[in-house]
């Protein structure tokens, strides 16, 4: 998502490099916060439940950015985006941790991080397509 928000902010906005770096500063850091509270929600509300909340913000949010049209906004975006774009991150893991035998656990979250590998590969290309019809 990262290049494509680049190109798409530097487009919009007319804005140089150095403002979007600290977009993607600002959403680096408040995501280290998202996480722990996406755990701390976790259990307290439960690992389905906040799977598909966290899929449902995260989706809204990331739609979000291309209803914006003052570039000031971004920043506080960023920041919410940071904090629930990953929110059911903890409740996937936690989720295989239960469905998956001892035994199993290791090849679980490998293929977990194969199939998270094979997105990130393949994302950009499909992202790409959708960037040459339209950001939005």
């Known amino acids: 998502m990262f290049p494509f928000l680049a190109l798409y902010i530097t487009q919009k906005f007319q804005v140089g490099m150095i403002e979007v770096g600290t977009i ?24 389905k439940s906040m799977l598909i909340v966290g899929l ?3 989706a809204v ?5 291309g209803l914006i ?3 000031e906004l971004f920043y506080g975006l960023s ?11 903890p409740a996937v893991q936690a989720m295989l ?12 979250f490998g293929i ?4 998270f590998n094979l997105s990130v590969t393949i994302g950009p290309a499909i992202g790409g397509l ?7």
């Open 24 to 47: 993607f500063a600002i959403h680096s850091t408040f995501s280290f916060f998202g996480n722990m509270l996406g755990g701390a929600l976790t259990d307290k509300l439960g690992r």
């Open 56 to 58: 449902i913000i995260s």
């Open 61 to 65: 949010s990331a739609l979000m950015m």
């Open 69 to 71: 049209n003052k570039f």
């Open 79 to 89: 920041a919410l985006i940071g904090i629930v774009s990953n929110l059911g991150g």
């Open 97 to 108: 941790a239960d469905l998956l035998p001892p035994q199993q656990c290791v090849d679980g």
């Open 112 to 115: 977990y991080r194969v199939a």
């Open 130 to 136: 959708l960037a040459s019809i339209s950001f939005l």
